[in-house]
């Protein structure tokens, strides 16, 4: 038996922690009869008339590469969507870079903007990509933890708390995966302060900004004064479910979108063009199906955290997303412990809060982009569950 | 009738699923169970729910025969009551689940059930097609329902995704 560390694998790879999350997806795929809220995508297949405008693109031969910073007309449509749904306005020649997904957006971003040593303030719980990306990036990611006490909000003198010499940006989710937590306007304008004052860039992650259920989604970028140090990530993956698509994009001043065109153009070239082609299609005849899908997220979200509740699970009502992250506490079992034996007795598969950071822990997160009837299912089982512990 | 934002919220759930229980409504709007019961009740009694109703794939039930046929009928309108009177006269055989006045090159659009496509060409035949202000009758029989009203009746609703992702 080898158990010697490979040498081929550099040495930052190989001290990289797996995600977490990998433990649970083995454990569960080897059940049958498992409900899962563990899954963190929407459970809408792409709308009918998107996926036939991209089969038509492919029966018409668009198959080629695209510009490397993505169809012309599509960050057109991008810049368009950006202006009415967000109130920011940018350039599609300078400031849109179409990207693989959300995920390759955050990658460019770090690469472009951290010299080896540099800090990106990471807030947590967050998703599990950020920190290793900075790492990668050569970067030092510096965690800072939103508390359940405040609902998972952070609060402007923790980050201070952490802000140095050498710290570059912030990364800010909201609404948050896995919390579904969304910092309003004045909650913005204070961490909008403090990049001001030191001078920081905030890399916004806005991918699920659409779904949002009580007050109106403000963008970072629309504070006054941000634009200009914002990096806004988005996506179609979670607004539009078009997550097996790999389509994101990047809107940032024409200085760092033009570093970041370089990374993006030398490792992948461009976004599948097909997917363009589907995207543009969304973003001009898609409307009514964001509107739809919200307002089915809205009910179960309702539904699921009152069920929580009242299973004894207590749970902050999301502003966003479409995760519920309820308190495990009252069991007295590590989030570990406890999304284990839910899944090997009861078979609900929930994602333990620890691995999304320090502050998860005593928390799980529960998606509810399932059915209402595997909702009702899960909650019985769940109840069930701590009846007997 | 204007409603409010929870009544059509309502009206939208049990749309998709009547058998939904009224406490599983009222946690979905977020509204107490009272409140609900309530507008439910109101929404009856202005006959804005006019029935719940449950959509069966009868060709899936064994010694269940049955046909369903779309017939396109010219007829001469008449005067005072225009195409009121022969639509009425038409749509009160039991026979006949749905009557429609169209534009375009015909006028009435029938939807009828009968267990055989005997039973239907009967049914044109000696009933429809003698009706004085019928001129002519075009009928299509149904041979596979594909969908009905929104519903796909053999959705592909396998979940595709993965167990666990981030």
């Given at each position: 038996m080898h158990s010697t560390k490979s040498t081929?694998?550099?040495k930052m790879v190989s001290e990289l922690k797996p995600s977490?999350?990998?433990?649970?997806?083995?454990?569960?795929?080897?059940?049958?009869?498992v409900i899962s809220l563990g899954v963190g995508e929407p459970d809408f297949v792409t709308s009918w008339h998107v996926r036939e405008a991209a089969i038509a693109s492919l029966e018409q031969g668009y198959t080629s590469y695209t510009a490397n910073a993505g169809l012309l007309e599509l960050r057109e449509e991008i810049a368009n969507y950006m202006k009415t749904q967000f109130k920011v306005e940018y350039s599609p020649d300078t400031e849109i870079i179409v990207t693989v997904?959300?995920?390759?957006?955050?990658?460019?971003?770090?690469?472009?903007?951290?010299?080896?040593g540099d800090e990106v303030i990471v807030i947590e719980p967050c998703f599990v990509s950020y920190t290793p990306m900075v790492t990668l990036a050569g970067g030092v990611a510096v965690t800072v933890q939103a508390l359940k006490e405040n609902d998972f909000k952070i609060q402007p003198n923790q980050l201070k708390a952490v802000i140095t010499g050498k710290t570059k940006a912030i990364m800010l989710c909201s609404p948050n995966?896995?919390?579904?937590?969304?910092?309003?306007?004045?909650?913005?304008?204070?961490?909008?302060?403090?990049?001001?004052?030191?001078?920081l860039l905030i890399i916004a992650d806005e991918i699920y900004a659409e779904l949002v259920y009580d007050e109106e989604y403000t963008s970072m970028a629309a504070i006054e004064g941000m634009q200009e140090r914002t990096i806004l990530v988005s996506g179609f993956s979670k607004s539009f479910a078009m997550t097996g698509w790999r389509l994101g994009f990047v809107c940032a001043p024409p200085e760092i979108s033009e570093a970041m065109l370089k990374i993006h153009q030398y490792a992948l070239m461009c976004a599948s063009t097909t997917a363009q082609y589907g995207a543009l299609e969304a973003l001009r005849n898609g409307r009514p199906d964001v509107d739809e899908m919200v307002k089915?997220?809205?009910?179960?979200?309702?539904?699921?955290?009152?069920?929580?509740?009242?299973i004894g699970l207590t749970c902050h009502a999301p502003g966003g997303a479409f995760y519920a992250f309820p308190s495990i506490e009252s069991t007295g079992l590590t989030s570990q412990e406890f999304a284990e034996q839910l899944l090997l007795k009861e078979g609900v598969a929930v994602v333990p809060g620890d691995v999304f950071g320090e502050s998860g822990e005593g928390h799980i997160r529960c998606s509810y982009a399932s059915s209402l009837e595997q909702l009702q299912e899960a909650v019985k089982r769940m109840k069930y569950f701590i009846d007997s512990l | 009738m204007k409603l409010t934002n929870n009544e059509l919220e309502i009206v939208e759930i049990l749309e998709k699923n009547a058998r939904i229980t009224t406490e599983d409504i009222a946690k979905m709007i977020g509204i107490s169970v009272e409140e609900t019961e309530q507008s439910i009740k109101k929404l009856e009694?202005?006959?804005?729910?006019?029935?719940?109703?449950?959509?069966?794939?009868?060709?899936?039930?064994?010694?269940?025969?049955?046909?369903?046929?779309?017939i396109d009928v010219k007829v001469t309108p008449k005067r005072g009551v225009g195409f009121d009177?022969?639509?009425?006269?038409?749509?009160?055989?039991?026979?006949?689940?749905?009557?429609?006045?169209?534009?375009g090159t015909y006028d009435l659009s029938i939807i009828i059930e009968g267990k055989s496509m005997n039973?239907?060409?009967?049914?044109?035949?000696?009933?429809l097609s003698i009706l004085d202000s019928v001129i002519s009758t075009t009928t299509h029989f149904i041979l596979k329902k594909y969908k009905h009203d929104g519903i796909i009746f053999e959705p592909d609703n396998k979940d595709k995704r993965i167990v666990v992702s981030p």
């Amino acid at each position: 038996m080898h158990s010697t560390k490979s040498t081929y694998v550099s040495k930052m790879v190989s001290e990289l922690k797996p995600s977490g999350i990998r433990k649970f997806f083995d454990l569960a795929a080897g059940m049958d009869g498992v409900i899962s809220l563990g899954v963190g995508e929407p459970d809408f297949v792409t709308s009918w008339h998107v996926r036939e405008a991209a089969i038509a693109s492919l029966e018409q031969g668009y198959t080629s590469y695209t510009a490397n910073a993505g169809l012309l007309e599509l960050r057109e449509e991008i810049a368009n969507y950006m202006k009415t749904q967000f109130k920011v306005e940018y350039s599609p020649d300078t400031e849109i870079i179409v990207t693989v997904g959300a995920s390759s957006a955050i990658d460019i971003a770090m690469r472009t903007i951290l010299d080896p040593g540099d800090e990106v303030i990471v807030i947590e719980p967050c998703f599990v990509s950020y920190t290793p990306m900075v790492t990668l990036a050569g970067g030092v990611a510096v965690t800072v933890q939103a508390l359940k006490e405040n609902d998972f909000k952070i609060q402007p003198n923790q980050l201070k708390a952490v802000i140095t010499g050498k710290t570059k940006a912030i990364m800010l989710c909201s609404p948050n995966n896995p919390t579904g937590t969304m910092l309003n306007t004045e909650e913005l304008q204070a961490i909008a302060d403090l990049a001001i004052e030191y001078d920081l860039l905030i890399i916004a992650d806005e991918i699920y900004a659409e779904l949002v259920y009580d007050e109106e989604y403000t963008s970072m970028a629309a504070i006054e004064g941000m634009q200009e140090r914002t990096i806004l990530v988005s996506g179609f993956s979670k607004s539009f479910a078009m997550t097996g698509w790999r389509l994101g994009f990047v809107c940032a001043p024409p200085e760092i979108s033009e570093a970041m065109l370089k990374i993006h153009q030398y490792a992948l070239m461009c976004a599948s063009t097909t997917a363009q082609y589907g995207a543009l299609e969304a973003l001009r005849n898609g409307r009514p199906d964001v509107d739809e899908m919200v307002k089915s997220y809205r009910r179960r979200r309702n539904y699921i955290v009152q069920s929580l509740n009242e299973i004894g699970l207590t749970c902050h009502a999301p502003g966003g997303a479409f995760y519920a992250f309820p308190s495990i506490e009252s069991t007295g079992l590590t989030s570990q412990e406890f999304a284990e034996q839910l899944l090997l007795k009861e078979g609900v598969a929930v994602v333990p809060g620890d691995v999304f950071g320090e502050s998860g822990e005593g928390h799980i997160r529960c998606s509810y982009a399932s059915s209402l009837e595997q909702l009702q299912e899960a909650v019985k089982r769940m109840k069930y569950f701590i009846d007997s512990l | 009738m204007k409603l409010t934002n929870n009544e059509l919220e309502i009206v939208e759930i049990l749309e998709k699923n009547a058998r939904i229980t009224t406490e599983d409504i009222a946690k979905m709007i977020g509204i107490s169970v009272e409140e609900t019961e309530q507008s439910i009740k109101k929404l009856e009694y202005n006959k804005i729910i006019v029935r719940y109703i449950s959509l069966i794939d009868w060709t899936k039930i064994e010694d269940h025969p049955g046909v369903r046929a779309m017939i396109d009928v010219k007829v001469t309108p008449k005067r005072g009551v225009g195409f009121d009177d022969i639509a009425e006269r038409i749509y009160r055989f039991d026979e006949v689940s749905s009557v429609y006045l169209m534009s375009g090159t015909y006028d009435l659009s029938i939807i009828i059930e009968g267990k055989s496509m005997n039973e239907v060409a009967n049914f044109v035949s000696r009933k429809l097609s003698i009706l004085d202000s019928v001129i002519s009758t075009t009928t299509h029989f149904i041979l596979k329902k594909y969908k009905h009203d929104g519903i796909i009746f053999e959705p592909d609703n396998k979940d595709k995704r993965i167990v666990v992702s981030p």
